[in-house]
């Protein structure tokens, strides 16, 4: 049974170059949240997409953009990069659209703003 | 809205001495409170959730939490530590609604000595 899987696992971009993440939700899921965890944080919700909508979205600035595909993975996008956009993301994936459950994450995207 | 507090940025236990890793909560409502691990350069773990019942919560690898509610805590315990145990803790409480979205505290390192 895949996990939750993203690419790529690292990478360095520079200053005003965009970027964009990818996810595939663990087999059977077809909610993804994704999270942006800083050096020495805890991960702080960006946003969920289900049924290939934006469902909620976090206080992250218009940069952030995402997308869900009819196969339920999802892109996270972030556009005109800066130093404070360097941080582990965090794809997340769950069943439903109510879910009372855990969360199962991937082991994150390490992106490094230059 | 809701919170939780970690008020311990490290815990030092010895190998086989009992471990208590504390997390405090605020929240409108019943909580949903979750327990994670990370470990270095990797995504975050499911240990243990309460969602309702006993108050005593068995999860993962041997851990389990104890809710309180008159003390508003979570505190993840584990009867005899392991150093393989030593990570970066997260507890987290699901937000009103039905998103599921989580709200992580800033997390705990734990260091288990030899």
């Known amino acids: 049974d895949a996990g939750v899987t993203q690419s790529p696992t690292h990478l360095i971009k520079t200053r005003g170059q965009q970027v964009t993440l990818r996810c595939s939700p663990k087999s059977g899921h077809d909610t993804v949240s994704w999270y942006q965890q800083a050096l020495g944080q805890g991960p702080q919700f960006i946003f969920q997409?289900?049924?290939?909508?934006?469902?909620q979205r976090g206080n992250f600035p218009d940069r952030f953009s995402g997308h869900q595909f009819p196969n339920y993975s999802s892109e996270l996008n972030v556009n005109a990069l800066l130093l404070g956009d360097s941080a582990l993301y965090l794809c997340a994936s769950s069943l439903g659209r109510t879910n009372t459950g855990e969360l199962f994450f991937g082991e994150g995207s390490r992106l490094t703003v230059l | 809205a809701q919170s939780v507090a970690q008020p311990e940025d490290q815990v030092n236990v010895a190998e086989g001495n009992p471990l208590t890793v504390k997390c405090t909560y605020s929240v409108s409502g019943n909580p949903y409170l979750f327990w994670y691990v990370q470990y270095p350069n990797r995504g975050l773990q499911f240990l243990l959730k309460y969602i309702t019942g006993d108050n005593l919560v068995k999860g993962s690898y041997g851990f389990e939490a104890e809710f309180n509610k008159s003390q508003t805590s979570f505190h993840l315990k584990k009867p005899s530590a392991l150093v393989s145990d030593s990570a970066l803790y997260f507890c987290?409480?699901?937000?009103?609604?039905?998103?599921?979205?989580?709200?992580f505290g800033q997390g705990t390192t734990l260091q288990v000595k030899p």
């Open positions: 987290a409480v699901r937000e009103s609604g039905n998103t599921g979205k989580l709200i």
């Open positions: 997409y289900y049924e290939e909508e934006e469902r």
